[in-house]
């Protein structure tokens, strides 16, 4: 059982930066996709980042393309989405998520965080 423990979440204007970290609680981590996703109020939680195992790949929604980065620190078992020229639309819960098949962790990942409020003001 894979425990994810989201934080750096907040109030920011927009246009400003904030960075994201996941803890995961498995030493094996590195063995794990992991991945960000967001939901915002009266929407569906939809697919933000993602990043392999071994941290040599990404993915990323359009809407974030440029602005928001994805990495992992494995010796720290943690996970990173680094936030730049955030928009009002960026407002959201974000939830970090983690799965043993990259294939599978942009759409229905095995283990889940419990999230964090990110808020963008105009």
């Known amino acids: 059982q894979v425990q994810l423990v989201e934080s750096g979440g907040g109030l920011v204007q927009a246009g400003g930066s904030l960075r994201l970290s996941c803890a995961a609680s498995d030493r094996t981590v590195s063995s794990y996709a992991m991945g960000w996703f967001r939901q915002a109020p009266g929407k569906e939680r939809e697919f933000v980042a993602c990043?392999?195992?071994?941290?040599?790949?990404?993915a990323y929604a359009d809407s974030v393309k440029g602005r928001f980065t994805i990495s992992r620190d494995n010796g720290k078992n943690t996970v990173y989405l680094q936030m730049n020229s955030l928009k009002p639309e960026d407002t959201a819960v974000y939830y970090c998520a983690a799965d043993l098949h990259y294939g599978v962790l942009t759409t229905t990942p095995h283990y889940w965080g419990q999230g964090t409020q990110v808020t963008v003001s105009s």
């Open positions: 990043i392999r195992g071994s941290g040599g790949s990404t």
